[in-house]
């Protein structure tokens, strides 16, 4: 009796293919949990560790000898897979929404949110806060204060640019909540600028995402606003 045959074909190819099929977009700051099957998040990170000591071999480091090196395209591969770009390959996080029962409609505030993130330029880490602001209606969802954590985690995980990132967690947040109006400030460190090029570890990246009420009422985006630096 013969052993059957390993399929030749990578694992990412076969991703690939069915996003291409299904003219599904695969950029780097995108979910692409659906098309994957069970079993295959294991076979892409074998499939990312071996190509990962192509890179180590390229930059000549001897990993045969040296002790530090010997199992890093193996920690980088599950760095990259299951944890830092989580936020690619795993399903969206379960969140138990609750009806506004008392048709709660005053500002309610969330943050600081500590995030980590990946630029998606040189693949450094962005390290921030987010803060959050919701104005609900009669018809929003209510969803628990872990569940903020847990969706901008699942959101930030990914390489990305910080101004795409928290234009994600606007629409996420949007879909969940249906609020009358929505609010996402983030702050970050880029190591990018820190770790390498002009080397300015003090430069930090502020941008906000309006929604509804927040983008018509000055005096509600004032208020989230003035709120949230006083609490910074």
Not at 75 to 99: C, D, H, I, L, Q
Not at 116 to 133: D, L, Q
Request: hydrophobic fraction near 40%; include cysteine.
């Amino acid at each position: 009796m013969t052993d059957t045959p390993s399929d030749p074909q990578p694992v990412s190819d076969k991703i690939r293919a069915r996003l291409v099929k299904s003219r599904k977009r695969f950029h780097a700051n995108d979910n692409i949990s659906a098309f994957m099957q069970p079993g295959e998040l294991d076979a892409l990170l074998a499939e990312v560790e071996g190509k990962f000591k192509g890179v180590l071999e390229s930059l000549v480091i001897d990993t045969k000898s040296d002790h530090n090196t010997q199992d890093t395209a193996r920690r980088v591969a599950k760095m990259y897979v299951t944890e830092v770009f989580a936020g690619r390959y795993s399903a969206p996080p379960p969140v138990t929404e609750f009806p506004n029962a008392s048709a709660l409609n005053e500002l309610m505030i969330v943050g600081p949110i500590t995030v980590r993130s990946a630029c998606s330029h040189h693949f450094c880490p962005i390290m921030g806060r987010i803060w959050v602001g919701i104005m609900p209606n009669e018809h929003s969802n209510l969803i628990g204060l872990s569940k903020y954590s847990r969706l901008a985690e699942w959101v930030m995980s990914r390489p990305q640019i910080q101004e795409e990132a928290i234009t994600q967690m606007a629409e996420l947040l949007m879909e969940k909540v249906r609020p009358d109006g929505l609010a996402v400030v983030m702050e970050a460190d880029h190591f990018c600028m820190h770790w390498r090029g002009v080397k300015d570890s003090e430069t930090k990246m502020i941008n906000s995402v309006m929604r509804g009420s927040f983008l018509k009422d000055h005096t509600l985006r004032s208020e989230f606003l003035s709120l949230i630096q006083n609490r910074s």
